[in-house]
């Protein structure tokens, strides 16, 4: 939904900017390559970090609460291979596919909006996005899903671990998670653009 | 130190961070005995357990099981000792993930070699042993305080430890099933051999089944009265003690 939204809107806005350069063809070339490499990728990870981060958070919390993680501890089971490592595994596989799934609906709205405002047609909307996006534009934003996934989960987990043992301390863990993963996913996001540029991607 | 103690304690302090809870407890524990952590709320009577099962570092002191420096041995070597510990937390502390028979059958699963067709007999065993052979499948969710805590001695039995510690076995149960936990309990020494360590604060079971014990006091943060607690009652001269075990005196038929 979010994706098909920013889809839409940089359609949108690159059409009204573009159209002034008589360039509005290009519009494709723009919602293609800002999807890919940066929009899908942030706005999954943002989404995740808020919805998944949040919930490993409340539940390893409430479980610190519960006393359920010292009975782990008593009972010798290491609570990073039960509890993290599969929750980590599973956000760091699931986040590359929501993103190829975010790319494809933000791709979507763009395509609406170029159709329905510029009067392209949708084939060659998605020739020039399939000339205009590079499979290493791909492979780039599929390793920063992967790098999002294991930032959320690893510093989500651990505000868990961390919290207090009182109901309040739940709420205060998932907030925290929160705030944490779309922040930290932020500035990996930042530390990847320098990045990039420096490979010249 | 005599040959029956199972787990010496000597000059233990115990505190988070700045904060001192407790300081220089000294005590034994016989093996084979209902030992009894008694005192007020407050006076750090969890957090003495919690130093003895391995969740708490000691700011000072030794803890000595079974002969062996329990908190002077690396982590892996403590994690077998524990191995030998069943400990049943205050809210029973089941895995709300699993269901009531999976939380048995984890530790049986993790640290046996029994086989699955193996283990649901065993599951089934130590249900009915605390009376919740026909809550296999529920979820934690799904029972109230006491059954939860049933629940969570049977999974503390699932190994046959050595040691079962409990934290507050029938606070919040009815009278009946407090006195089932009791004798319950009694049942577990007399017929498994283990030795028990129970925080307590009921006088009720105090008296019915305890047989040595140490008194902790909030105040001066250590203990002050030791023996097991009916002789406590009649013979202790410290006036919290006496107060303590007096006013049970009082409300018992």
């Not at chain 2, 079974?66 to 049943?88: H, K």
């Not at chain 2, 030795?195 to 008296?207: A, G, N, P, Q």
Request: charged share 15%; hydrophobic share 50%; glycine share 12%.
């Amino acid at each position: 939904m979010v994706n098909f939204l920013v889809g839409a809107i940089l359609a949108f806005i690159g059409a009204s900017q573009l159209s002034r350069f008589a360039a509005s063809a290009y519009v494709a070339d723009l919602v293609g390559l800002a999807l890919v490499r940066e929009m899908a990728p942030v706005m999954t990870a943002i989404i995740m970090a808020g919805r998944t981060g949040g919930a490993y958070a409340a539940r390893i919390a409430t479980m610190q609460g519960g006393e359920e993680i010292d009975a782990l501890a008593v009972a010798g089971i290491p609570t990073v291979d039960y509890l993290v490592l599969p929750a980590v595994l599973s956000l760091t596989l699931t986040l590359p596919f929501l993103y190829l799934y975010g790319c494809l609906i933000g791709l979507l709205g763009g395509l609406i909006v170029a159709m329905t405002m510029l009067g392209i047609t949708a084939q060659s909307y998605l020739q020039e996005t399939l000339a205009a996006v590079p499979l290493n534009r791909f492979v780039f934003g599929f390793g920063k899903c992967i790098a999002f996934g294991l930032l959320i989960g690893v510093a989500s987990c651990q505000i868990g671990l961390r919290a207090g043992r009182s109901a309040a301390d739940v709420g205060a863990a998932a907030t925290r998670a929160v705030v944490v993963g779309i922040v930290g996913v932020i500035a990996l996001d930042a530390a990847f653009a320098v990045l990039a540029n420096g490979a010249g991607l | 130190m005599t040959e029956s103690a199972l787990i010496s304690v000597s000059g233990l302090t115990l505190g988070y961070g700045e904060r001192v809870i407790l300081q220089a407890l000294d005590f034994t524990v016989p093996r084979g005995s209902i030992f009894a952590i008694m005192g007020g709320s407050g006076c750090g009577k969890s957090t003495v357990m919690r130093a003895l099962v391995g969740l708490l570092r000691p700011q000072a002191g030794r803890v000595t099981v079974g002969g062996e420096d329990y908190w002077g041995c690396d982590a892996a070597r403590r994690s077998v000792i524990d191995r030998g510990f069943g400990v049943l937390f205050q809210g029973g502390a089941l895995w709300r993930a699993l269901s009531v028979g999976g939380n048995v059958a984890l530790p049986l699963r993790l640290f046996t070699r029994l086989a699955r067709s193996d283990i649901a007999p065993l599951v089934r065993l130590k249900l009915a042993l605390v009376g919740m052979a026909d809550a296999i499948d529920c979820r934690p969710s799904e029972l109230s305080g006491g059954m939860r805590k049933r629940a969570g001695l049977a999974r503390a039995l699932a190994l046959e430890p050595e040691v079962l510690f409990l934290d507050e076995p029938s606070a919040g149960l009815d009278p009946i099933s407090s006195r089932r936990m009791d004798d319950l309990i009694v049942n577990l020494r007399d017929g498994l051999g283990a030795t028990i360590v129970m925080v307590s604060h009921e006088r009720d079971s105090l008296f019915g089944i305890a047989d040595d014990g140490v008194f902790l006091d909030a105040a001066t943060r250590t203990v002050i009265a030791r023996g097991a607690p009916s002789v406590l009652r009649d013979t202790c001269p410290d006036p919290l003690v006496a107060a303590f075990m007096h006013r049970e005196r009082l409300q018992s038929p």
